[in-house]
């Protein structure tokens, strides 16, 4: 079976979506997928318009009551550039003219999907693509579930967001709070400026920042909430953001391991800067400039494992999707797994086939399982691995604590931050279960 698979067409590194694969449908009702859309493909209906989009939003209950004005208020297309990707059904962005392709652009704009409008800090020049998207209009309902989960109430008065990016986020803040109540910072000094000219056509004038988001904006400190809409690596929540929220401020943050499954956190500053809170959704997002891990080496720790022949295997009864698939059980286990990355290559002629690869690039390590209906049926994985660290035998160790501690939601975790230390929890913050370096 190995020789079928394919590790090179990695996943993409974070769009900002509910997570992997999750705009394929989008993706065919846009016609971006290397296959023709089916007859459901094309019996979609195109959305063309905000007051669409808004209407769809609600009939799917994805729009919050508190939002659905400011939501309604502020067009999306007003911050998306001409020229921008939208994932295709492999997770490949595919550039996208919106002067000469308006109808498709307009579709998509109006579609609850990402739309990619970086791509390697700038490097990858439109209509060039890569995987590597590094700025992006996140998915309308992922934006809606984090200004959700931000909790504005009425004596909020002072917001800090990190990753200005289009500045779309920082225009529904805007209009929900009023502009002195809101600080945006970007990293990218050209997608700043890009963000606060749409920001004034629209009328808005928050306040933009051109510097490191990982530092907070001291000057405007401190802040009732904060909302990075960027993601965060485990163990490296900036203390910055803690220091600078006022007592029992809010921080609502996308937060992953290098394992890579995606939540969202809301702590609660407790004074001191110590910051406390649950895991309270799931969030896939690009990182922060400096939290990136190393990137696309699963095509090259897959050729590794095609031509390490000599490596024996022997076999697992740990189920792969339990430890890769399923959101839960990847979560809990990526607490327990620092370093190591993952990739799935699918058999293209067994749906049911595939190869889970695990590696650490700072230990030049990997670790292969192969599954198929036969090996599910069985219960049995063949694996191999080679390096420094064991890394199905790792993960084996993981996904047995997650077991014997009754295969919990990632909804139960949470994180507490303070100077000294950043630690994950269960249900309660004295039972701390994982304490990242
Ligand atoms: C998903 S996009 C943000 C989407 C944005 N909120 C919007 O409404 O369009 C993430 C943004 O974070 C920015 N970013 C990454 N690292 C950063 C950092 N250290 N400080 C500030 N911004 C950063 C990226 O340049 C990118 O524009």
Redesign the pocket.
């Known amino acids: 079976m190995r020789g079928a698979l394919d590790h090179g067409r990695q996943q993409a590194r974070g769009q ?1 979506g509910p997570g992997p694969a999750g705009s394929a449908a989008q993706a065919a009702r846009l016609g971006l997928g290397r296959e023709q859309p089916g007859p459901a493909g094309r019996a979609a209906q195109q959305v063309s318009s905000h007051a669409e989009l808004t209407a769809e939003l609600t009939a799917a209950g994805a729009l919050p009551a508190a939002w659905a004005e400011t939501f309604s208020a502020v067009d999306r297309a007003l ?1 998306v550039p001409a020229h921008c990707w939208v994932d295709d059904y492999n997770g490949q962005p595919r550039p996208l003219d919106g002067a000469t392709d308006h109808a498709r652009w307009e579709a998509a704009v109006y579609s609850d999907v ?1 739309i990619v ?2 791509l390697d800090d700038g490097k990858t020049v439109w209509p060039d693509t890569s995987r590597n998207a ?5 998915q309308p309902t992922v ?1 809606l579930a984090m200004l959700e989960a931000l909790n504005i109430t009425g004596d909020v008065a002072n917001v800090l ?10 225009a529904l803040l805007s209009h929900r709070l009023g502009d002195a109540q809101v600080t ?5 000094q050209e ?1 700043a400026e890009q ?1 606060q000219a749409a920001l004034e056509a629209v009328g808005r004038k928050p306040t933009v920042v051109v ?4 530092e907070g904006y001291s000057a405007n400190a401190p802040y009732d909430r904060i909302i990075a ?2 993601s965060v690596q485990a163990g490296h929540i900036p203390i910055a953001w803690v220091a600078q929220l006022r007592p029992r401020g809010e921080l609502v943050t996308p937060w992953k391991s290098t394992w890579g499954s995606g939540v969202l956190v809301r702590l609660v500053s407790q004074g001191e800067r110590t910051a406390v809170g649950p895991v309270v959704g799931d969030a896939f ?6 939290h990136r891990v190393p990137f696309g080496f699963a095509g090259k720790y897959g050729r590794i494992a095609d031509e390490a022949t000599g490596v024996p295997s022997f076999f697992s009864t740990v189920r792969p999707d339990e430890v890769a698939l399923d959101r839960d059980g990847a979560f809990a286990v990526g607490l327990r797994l620092p370093g190591v990355q993952h990739s799935i290559a699918y058999d293209k002629e067994d749906g049911e086939a595939y190869e889970l690869l695990l590696y650490d690039v700072d230990s030049d390590s990997w670790a292969t399982v192969q599954v198929d209906g036969g090996s599910t049926a069985l219960g049995e994985f063949e694996v191999r691995q080679q390096g420094p660290r064991a890394l199905w035998t790792e993960a084996e160790r993981a996904h047995a604590w997650w077991v014997e501690s009754g295969c919990p939601e990632r909804t139960r975790f949470g994180l507490t931050v303070t100077t000294d230390s950043q630690t994950a929890w269960l249900d309660r913050p004295g039972n701390i279960v994982a304490t990242f370096e």
């Open positions: 900002d911050f990402p409008t970086q590094t700025s992006s209009a996140s934006v967001e990190i990753g200005t990016g289009t500045g779309y986020n920082a945006t910072v970007e990293v990218d997608l963000a510097g490191d988001g990982a809409t960027a997002f690009m990182n922060l400039r400096d």
